[in-house]
């Protein structure tokens, strides 16, 4: 992908999913050293630097709120990592959030974590600015 940032890259590459509750809480387990982390759930999109104690807190503590939901047979936060082996990004999303089948758009990732930091660029695709709807195409669709 000509003129992405390795970021981007990764961030479009192939992600693998981690299915089962028991693999959500070795894979948490496992990982080490510092991330970035990025907040979606911020009007504007939040990034902090955290260590692994920190990642691994952030992380069971999101399990937890989605235990606690109660949301079907969904025990963990939908997580996507890319090369599980050696993991470079992983994105969380929010089992509430997780779209439908006529949705028009993928749904933002709760989090993301990356060993790369991003650039102000990647950031701005990633979360642009939200933009107001024109008053006749909000009437439109929310007839």
């Known amino acids: 992908m ?54 691994h807190e952030l992380m069971n503590d999101l399990y937890k709120l989605v235990k606690e939901k109660k949301i079907t047979h969904v025990t963990h936060p939908y997580t996507y990592v890319h090369q599980p082996d050696n993991p470079q990004m992983i994105k969380l999303y929010d089992p509430r959030k997780g779209g439908s089948s006529c949705s028009i758009q993928s749904p933002d990732p709760w989090w993301v974590f990356s060993t790369m930091e991003p650039t102000i660029d990647d950031l701005s695709i990633l979360k642009p600015p939200k933009r107001k709807l024109s008053k006749m195409f909000s009437k439109w669709f929310f007839l």
């Open 2 to 55: 000509e003129g992405l940032s390795h970021f981007m890259y990764i961030y479009n590459d192939f992600f693998k999913g981690i299915i089962k509750e028991d693999d959500y809480i070795h894979f948490v387990s496992t990982l080490s050293g510092n991330w970035f982390a990025l907040d979606f759930n911020q009007d504007e999109l939040g990034i902090q630097i955290i260590n692994d104690s920190q990642l």
